[in-house]
Nanobody
């Protein structure tokens, strides 16, 4: 059974950095069949892709967020982490990690539980 467990703060002040971690069990994040991704959903809006990290550690970013985003991994802990810097209230959203099929670049059914991140002073 594949499980993705998210951790990270729910409330962040403007200009700060938010760091979210996704710990994966049941499959190695170095498996060649999958990428690993972060996606967010602002209130009242659709899903927005943020970043991928590949099985070999390659990284990919949404052009609109690339300047403020970093994705990394710790293979010893089988986890990957998103950092978003200089946050503003517009970054308020539910953030999800998910597994992505390399063949389609579409998330499959394996998602984290979601983390509500609210940016507010």
């Amino acid at each position: 059974q594949v499980l993705l467990q998210q951790s990270g703060p729910g409330l962040v002040k403007p200009s700060q950095t938010v760091s979210l971690t996704c710990t994966v069990s049941g499959v190695s994040i170095t498996s060649g069949n999958y990428f690993w991704t972060w996606i967010r959903q602002p209130p009242g809006k659709g899903l927005e892709w943020i970043s991928y990290i590949g099985y070999s550690g390659d990284t990919y970013y949404s052009p609109s967020l690339k300047a403020r985003t970093s994705i990394s991994r710790d293979t010893s802990q089988n986890q990957f982490t998103l950092q978003l810097t200089s946050v503003t209230p517009e970054d308020t959203a539910v953030y999800y990690c998910a597994r992505v099929l390399v063949s389609t670049l579409i998330p499959d059914d394996n998602w984290g539980q979601g983390t509500q991140v609210t940016v507010s002073s």
